[in-house]
C-alpha cells in the first residue's frame, strides 16, 4: 500500500507562508493526492485534492513534484485559525474507496 | 442542518453493554464512511457505504462491530459487548461521489461530522 511520510510538528508566524511537505515515493500512477486537515475538537476537513498538476483553491495550493513522489501543502498567509493536524493522504490503490489518514503534521501557528 | 451529524456527541457507557452511534449524511450523498480515532492517533477506516451496493467492511476491527445504512441515508454503527480499547472518537463522514482511488474520475472530497466520543469504562 502506498504511504506518506509527514513531519510530526511544524510551527510558522502569522502571516507568513507555511510549506507542508509530504513524502509519497511508493504512490502508485493512478492514486490522488488528498490533504485534509482536522481542528481541535473537531472532525477533518476537507483542504484540497491533485493527481499530476499544480492546485490551487481558495484554502490553499498544491504543488506536486513531477515524479509524483513528493508533494507539499501551501498556505499563503497563515492565521492562528490555520493551526490544525495536516494530513496527507494517499487512496489504497486502484478498487479501493478508502483514505488512511496517518498521524498527520500539528501545524502551530506564532501570533 | 447542512452538514454531517452525529449523535450522540458523547456516551459513557460499561464495559459490557451495546453501544448504538448515529450519522446521518447530507442530503443527496450516495456515500459514507465511518472512521475512529484513538486518542492522540490518526483516523482508522471502518466501512464505506455506497448506494444500493454491499459495504465495504475490510475495516471493521472485530465481530462486536456491525453498520448498517437504512434507506441510503442514516447510518448507525452499533458495538455489542463494548471494551476498554472501544474507547475513541467515532467519526462519519459523506461524500456526493466517491473517493476514487485510482483512473481517470474525478474524485469527491468528504465532509465529516464532530464525532461520537465514546467512553467505555
Known amino acids: 500500500d502506498a504511504k506518506t511520510t509527514q513531519p510530526n510538528s511544524m510551527e510558522s508566524n502569522e502571516e507568513e507562508p507555511v510549506h507542508l511537505p509530504c513524502n509519497h515515493s511508493?504512490?502508485?500512477?493512478?492514486?490522488?493526492i488528498h490533504w485534509y486537515r482536522q481542528l481541535p475538537s473537531q472532525g477533518p476537513e476537507y483542504v484540497i485534492h491533485g493527481l499530476t498538476s499544480n492546485v490551487n483553491n481558495r484554502m490553499a495550493s498544491l504543488a506536486i513534484a513531477e515524479d509524483r513522489k513528493s508533494s507539499t501543502l501551501i498556505l499563503h498567509r497563515a492565521t492562528l485559525r490555520d493551526a490544525a493536524v495536516y494530513y496527507c493522504?494517499?487512496?489504497?490503490?486502484?478498487?479501493?474507496?478508502?483514505?488512511?489518514f496517518g498521524k498527520g503534521t500539528k501545524l502551530s501557528v506564532i501570533p | 442542518g447542512a452538514g454531517v451529524s452525529q449523535s450522540p456527541s458523547n456516551k459513557v457507557t460499561e464495559k459490557g453493554k451495546d453501544v448504538e452511534l448515529r450519522c446521518d449524511p447530507i442530503s443527496g450523498h450516495t456515500a459514507l464512511y465511518w472512521y475512529r480515532q484513538s486518542l492522540g492517533q490518526g483516523l482508522e477506516f471502518l466501512i464505506y457505504?455506497?448506494?444500493?451496493?454491499?459495504?465495504?467492511k475490510s475495516g471493521l476491527p472485530s465481530d462486536r462491530f456491525s453498520a448498517e445504512r437504512t434507506g441510503g441515508s442514516v447510518s448507525t454503527l452499533t458495538i455489542q459487548r463494548t471494551q476498554q480499547e472501544d474507547s475513541a472518537v467515532y467519526l462519519c463522514?459523506?461524500?456526493?461521489?466517491?473517493?476514487?482511488?485510482?483512473?481517470?474520475?474525478?474524485?469527491?472530497?468528504?465532509?465529516f461530522g464532530e464525532g461520537s466520543r465514546l467512553t467505555v469504562l
Open positions: 463522514a459523506s461524500s456526493l461521489i466517491p473517493v476514487w482511488a485510482g483512473g481517470s474520475r474525478d474524485t469527491g472530497e468528504l465532509f
Open positions: 457505504f455506497q448506494g444500493n451496493s454491499a459495504p465495504d
Open positions: 493522504i494517499l487512496s489504497q490503490g486502484a478498487g479501493s474507496y478508502q483514505l488512511t
Open positions: 511508493t504512490i502508485s500512477g493512478t492514486d490522488y
